[in-house]
DNA sequence: ACGGTCGCGTAAACCGGTTTGCTAAACCGC
DNA sequence: GCGGTTTAGCAAACCGGTTTACGCGACCGT
């Protein structure tokens, strides 16, 4: 009686249960292959032993572990109160659960993403937002694992869920031009792994140029430019959109509206145009993108560029179980989703007091 | 050829390094039991096929996963888009990556907890809102991983993290007597797993009840009474807030303040105000619970009880790892939070129009 | 020259399941 | 009564690592 109260394993009921192993694993897995009366047997004298089969030891022979990962380069910590992620992984989560599969998260592992990835048990990979210069991206996909990418290009060869960012973002810039607006402010997100001071647009296929491409084409369609100091950029979240904002403004912009690329930073930019003094939408219009849930619950609502988040996740559990069934490696076609603009309460007007002078010229 | 390039194994490594698989997993784990130059030897060896240990049969052959899970009653998809649970879990990716330990989470898997817990690969749990009275709970409990609960004391054997909720309850609604506050609604969190019609204060245990009683007890030293009818209750969401004070409103309830359980419910409420014309904190004060990020954004700022959210997930971690190392099983005395009000611009004084006419009775 | 210690590596057991032949008995039609 | 097919269950290999126990030659002191 030295050894506590070890749990049962398979050889202990099967030697309870005066059968082989094989008998066991048949009694749970294949019933079909035994006698009912030896299965009936079998389960009694499990469940007498509260015998649970490890899942380690099932996953190593089985080689599945029935779990997805959601791969992210951020840390955890900032992940989960993203709103945006949090919809996105409610999506993964729906789908996932319909799947019978489970959850792992991977992220950066004392700073490396790719131990991260080594040490993951799991069938396939959803990763989101992998800049496709991300340092250890070589190494990352070399692993043998299923992929599916969100929101990026980085690896060409495996399947992607995309958004019109362009388009949505076009949509935005659009809406605002109609109503008169001609100074605006972008609020854009940084980049991860660069500094405050690298160029957030360094890599063309990152979310920030992509929407930034789409507010200038609309832009430059009516006429108006977006000149690199109206674009200030910062973490994806409220402090960063307050932040963000203010200090555009103290660096003399005074723009009459603000084209934020999340909604999360456009809450930020609410709260830094009341600290400013700014009525919204009355002085200063906001528009947002993602149209997260918040996005109804602003005070006033968010005009914002809807993309589907949780339909996205979903999408990318069926996308990374195909692939691990199916292990053909041919490249498919990125899956795009439309985005559309959604005018709540946040755009108005351009103020008559803040036209431009130049705004009669023509 | 025909094996379709598989993934090298140990021994693939043994048998090109001229080494046995002994000697491989020294050179990666215990270098020092090897000459140094073999040591070099193999680790180049093993880079040049690209050798990276299963996971899973590591996990089998140490018997530890180097993953906590976080465990919930509700279904994923509604977790991951309720920001005290991604304040929380924050905490917990916090102190987790910092012990090296992955995250999974674990939730009802075709709707049974049991059979998730019993798939999960974990070498401990932290099990929040798990009410007393959750059906699987005595299967759940059987399952030999280091449990720690949050937010529950469901399993008195098992250490737990809580905060001062009545305390926090109690705070708030004085806050509100002193403003001259006289007819209140509560709104309530349902508990998970009964129906709208079943009594969410049934469970002593459960939140709503906690928070209720220090409502209650605050206002009765107040002199007022906080009768049922002006207690509702939903899912602790925007929506569910929005939802719960426009039935209040619908049944007769004419309140000069409310108590929410939840930020998130308060902001919803915040809403339904809107929606009834009412200004806030002018025509009604509105106290939320939780002190989530966001309750510094909403318009007004929201008043509510801080709890610490991120630290209760940093301390879980902290408690499960060093429940998982010495296996005493000896019950721990809970750990408590303090909680403490924390007055922002969704209070203020009782509008005078609306004053009770016994108000002015002694 | 000899027993003892040290340094380096190996063989084999083990972790706890699944799965692949294979055998022995029962059943079948004729 | 006999070949052929099922049915029921077993033994052993296997999944891919870790870890224990031991072998062996070199070195050491005497």
Redesign the pocket.
Known sequence: MEQAT?????????KAA?????????A???P????????ARIRKVATGLD????P???M????RTLTIGILTPQALDVIFTNPYFGEFSSGVATAAEAAGMALQFISPLHGSLARAVDRATVDGIIAVGLGRDHPEIAHIRRSSIPFVLVDSTALPNEPAVLVDDEGGAAAAATHLLELGHRRFVVIGIEAPSAGLSADPTADPDWVTSRRLRGYRAAASAGGIDIPDDAVVVGPASMDGGTTALHRAWAAGQRPTAVLAMSDAMAIGALRAARELGLRVPEDLSIVGFDDLDIANYTDPPLTTVHQPNRQKGEESVRLVLDRAHRRDTEPEAPHYFATHLVVRGSTAFVPPSRQEVFDDRT
Chains 1, 2 share one sequence.
């Open positions: 070890r749990r049962a394993t398979i050889a202990d009921v099967a005066g059968v082989s192993k094989a008998a066991v694993s048949f749970f897995n294949t079909d292959r035994l006698n009912s009366d030896t299965v015998y649970r089969p490890d380690v030891a099932r190593l022979a089985q080689r």
